[in-house]
Every structure is written in structure tokens, then in C-alpha cells.
């Protein structure tokens, strides 16, 4: 397998664990009352995962020169919004999922009510980690900016909206553009932003690391929007074919798979060519590669 690969893949394993010795102390314990919604809060936010968000924020920071201990609550707080995210786009109103990470859906072992709860809770506990467990003051405001606009309604909830308002429309690549921009590249993005500002990068270097988090999240969707076709629930722990089942606007729909491979490899040089004068190690290309060739 190409250096790159083996690259990835022991940036992720490292990277899993010090964001999950992170997540265990920093999550609700299941001792603690409310007992149900911590314990809900846990299963999501603690399922076996990639955890790519956090990485990509610790990978970042340390790209550009900065401690862990700056970057980790951000990177934690990402993961927490990932799984509040997904916790609520599983639940029957929305994408109407049994299975993510190859284990029941929050709301099918805990009860709807109990997993809205639990993703609100992970929402606000992202912002507390932030606020409570960066070690420079003076950056927590940025920090929480970038995350909470990354969140809103000018990104990932505002993705989430466009995509569910738009089921069963004619297939228009510039509005999947959009969603995907929203819906997944503004948490990616925020990841590289947070672990810049974190590690006190320069303006021209974070705006370098603005433009790869989007690229490389829009190459993660377009991925994700293949695999949805090709691949088996047992390979990608979740349901697939259910994008095309509901109209979903993707960019297979659109363009077709082929092409969709390729405007997925294509968005993961542009990203790559965004920060090659500032990665240094190869760390941040090696994740940009991985994301269009997992099969997970």
C-alpha cells in the first residue's frame, strides 16, 4: 500500500485515541444523573469511528507548530457535534436510519425523545469543552465563532434543511455543490480553521487551510454519495441506497459515478495544491488521500 495510506491510517489511530482519552473524561459519566441521556450521549459520541474532524484539527495544529493541549477541547467539541449531527439526522423526521456505525440508531435503543435530548445536550456540551478546558483565554471567543458558525444555519444545519427541502427535485449539480458546501465541508473547514487559530497560523496560511477543509469536504461528500450506491450496509455499518430510494440531490445523481470519481479525486488535488507550501510532513495530504479512497 502507498506511504501515504500507512501515513493516514497511523495519523488515525493516534489521533482516535487521544481524542477518545479526551472524549471518556470530558463526556457526562453514565453514573452521573441524568443517568439515560448521559448514557445516550456516550453510546453516539463513543461508537467506533474514524473520528477524521478531530484529527484533521490535531493534524492541523501541529502542522503549523502548535501544542495539543491548545487544539484538543476544539477537537473534541468537533466530534461531539459530529454525533450530535448524526444522532439527529438518524431520527425518524429526518433521514429515518436503523443502523449507523454498524450498531442501532441512537433512537432505536434509547427512544426518540431521549436522542433529541442527548444531541442538544452534545450541541451545548461542544461549547462548554471549549469555553472551560482551552488553555489560552484570549482564544476561546475565536474558537467558539468558528464552530458555532460552522454548526448554524450558514453551515451544516442550513446543509441539513437544503437537503431535506430539496428531496424528489430535478438533479442540479450547483445546488448539491451548495448542500455539500454547507451540509459537510463547513465542519471540515472549521477543523482546519480551528487548528490554525489554535497554533496562532498566520492570515495567508489559515486562509491556505480554509481553502483545503473545503475541498477536501466536498471530496469527502462526494465520496460518501458514492458509496451510498456501491457498497452493502455490512461494509458501511449504516443503510445504503437510501439516497436514491428518497430523491436525494447527489452528485451520482447529477453526473453519474464516473464523473462523481472523478470530481472527488479532483477536489482532493485541489486541496493538496492549497497547503503543499505548508505540509511540511506529508500529514495533511496523507488524510486529504484517504478520504476519497476509504470504503467506509
Not at 22 to 37: K, N
Not at 38 to 54: D, F, I, N, V, W
Amino acid at each position: 500500500m502507498d506511504s501515504w495510506w500507512s501515513q493516514a491510517q497511523r495519523l488515525l489511530a493516534d489521533g482516535r485515541a487521544r481524542v477518545d482519552a479526551a472524549l471518556e473524561r470530558w463526556l457526562p459519566a453514565t453514573s452521573e444523573l441524568p443517568v439515560r441521556v448521559h448514557e445516550s450521549m456516550r453510546y453516539s459520541t463513543l461508537a467506533p469511528g474514524k473520528r477524521l474532524r478531530p484529527v484533521l484539527a490535531l493534524a492541523v495544529c501541529e502542522t503549523m507548530g502548535g501544542r495539543e493541549e491548545s487544539i484538543l477541547p476544539s477537537a473534541c467539541a468537533l466530534e461531539m457535534i459530529h454525533a450530535f449531527s448524526l444522532i439527529h439526522d438518524d431520527l425518524p423526521a429526518m433521514d429515518d436510519d436503523d443502523l449507523r456505525r454498524g450498531r442501532p440508531t441512537n433512537h432505536v435503543r434509547f427512544g426518540e425523545a431521549t436522542a433529541i435530548l442527548a444531541g442538544d445536550a452534545l450541541c451545548s456540551l461542544a461549547f462548554e469543552v471549549i469555553a472551560v478546558h482551552t488553555p489560552d483565554p484570549s482564544a476561546v471567543a475565536d474558537l467558539v465563532r468558528e464552530l458555532a458558525v460552522a454548526v448554524g444555519t450558514q453551515g451544516m444545519i442550513g446543509g441539513q434543511i437544503m437537503d431535506l427541502e430539496n428531496e424528489g427535485q430535478p438533479p442540479r449539480l450547483d445546488l448539491v455543490r451548495e448542500i455539500h458546501r454547507r451540509k459537510t465541508a463547513a465542519l471540515l473547514r472549521a477543523a482546519c480553521r480551528l487548528g490554525a487559530r489554535a497554533a496562532d497560523a498566520s492570515s495567508a496560511d489559515t486562509a491556505a487551510l480554509s481553502r483545503f477543509g473545503e475541498a477536501l469536504g466536498l471530496a469527502f461528500q462526494i465520496t460518501d454519495d458514492i458509496l451510498d450506491e456501491t457498497s452493502t450496509a455490512a461494509e458501511l455499518g449504516k443503510g445504503t441506497k437510501k439516497d436514491l430510494e428518497r430523491g436525494k440531490l447527489t452528485w451520482p445523481a447529477c453526473v453519474g459515478l464516473d464523473a462523481s470519481r472523478q470530481a472527488a479525486s479532483d477536489h482532493v488535488e485541489e486541496a493538496v495544491l492549497a497547503i503543499r507550501h505548508i505540509d511540511n510532513s506529508g500529514s495533511l495530504e496523507s488524510l486529504a488521500r484517504f478520504v476519497v479512497s476509504r470504503n467506509t
